[in-house]
């Protein structure tokens, strides 16, 4: 998701408030580069695709900002 952000000229403060407060320390987990979680509930999902959409005024889906390497195994 860190990608999408800088890509987008979005920080991850602004995606935060944009879904709102609740959600900002999982946001910047999320920003992180190197450090993203190794899973997330679905509920915190939509609502991070949602922030995206009000943020960029365009259609994101969860492969803009989840991406799939074969053989990465997320730690814990």
């Known amino acids: ?3 999408f952000l800088a890509e987008h ?4 403060y602004a995606l935060g408030k944009a879904m709102g ?3 900002m320390n999982t946001v910047y987990r999320m ?4 450090h993203e979680p ?3 509930d679905l509920p ?6 949602d922030g995206l959409r009000t943020l960029t005024g365009k259609e994101v889906e969860i492969a803009d900002i989840l991406i799939y390497e074969p053989g990465v195994r997320p730690e814990g």
């Open 44 to 49: 915190t999902l939509v609502n991070v695709l």
């Open 9 to 12: 000229g979005l920080t991850a």
């Open 21 to 23: 407060t609740s959600y």
């Open 38 to 40: 190794s899973r997330i």
């Open 31 to 34: 920003a992180r580069r190197g």
């Open 1 to 3: 998701m860190a990608d």
